[in-house]
Structures are given as C-alpha cells and as structure tokens.
Nanobody, 119 residues
Framework: QVQLVESGGGLVQPGGSLRLSCAAS????????MAWYRQAPRKQRELVAL???????KYTDSVKGRFTISRDNAKNTVSLQMNSLKPEDTAVYYC?????????????WGQGTQVTVSS
C-alpha cells in the first residue's frame, strides 16, 4: 500500500532553518508528482511547493527564495529545505503524491509534521 512518511519538523527560532523529508513507497516514485502543503490553525491547507516527475518545480509566492524542494529518485524521497523561517510559516506540513495507475489518477497524503517558528 502507499505510504508517505514525513520527518524533520520541530521548533525553530525566526530566521532559522529546517529540512523536511518525505519517504515514499507503494507506487512508482519516478512517475509521480510530489508536493508539500501546509495547514495553519484555522486556515485552509495550501500548496507550498511541488516538483514534477521530470524535476520541474513551483513555489507559492510567500516562500520563494527561502524554500527549496528537491527529490531523490534513487531513495524515493522528497525534501523541503526551509531557510529564513518566519512565524507565519508555522503549520503542519504534509507531503502529497500524485500518480497514475492504469490510466487513473491518485492523490495520497502523509500524516503531517508540525513546524513551529517562535522565539
């Protein structure tokens, strides 16, 4: 079955850095689009960054220049390097996989990892 396991969250001071990782299994990772989303308290879940199966990347405006998404197809992992963190980056961060099986599209989510930016 599909599994997406996030790690790397925690508490960090403003201006600090964290690196999130998502270990994927149960589908063909090289053919999947991978993304990071986040959800802050009382807000809707929003897209943070994505990487296509060919490595094309896209970021939401608020994290451009600070966050970097990357994928390692040999290890079936996708990472999110977060620098210059701000209190407004505080949220639960989720990994999402989008892939096709026999012509049908699927979306699967990880369980989330908490990121708290506070002094």
């Amino acid at each position: 079955q599909v599994q997406l396991v996030e790690s790397g969250g925690g508490l960090v001071q403003p201006g600090g850095s964290l690196r999130l990782s998502c270990a994927a299994s149960g589908f063909t990772f090289t053919n999947a689009g991978m993304a990071w989303y986040r959800q802050a308290p009382r807000k809707q879940r929003e897209l943070v960054a994505l990487t296509s199966e060919i490595g094309t990347t896209k970021y939401t405006d608020s994290v451009k220049g600070r966050f970097t998404i990357s994928r390692d197809n040999a290890k079936n992992t996708v990472s999110l390097q977060m620098n210059s963190l701000k209190p407004e980056d505080t949220a639960v961060y989720y990994c999402k996989a989008t892939y096709q099986v026999l012509g049908r599209w699927y979306d699967d989510w990880g369980q989330g990892t908490q990121v708290t930016v506070s002094s």
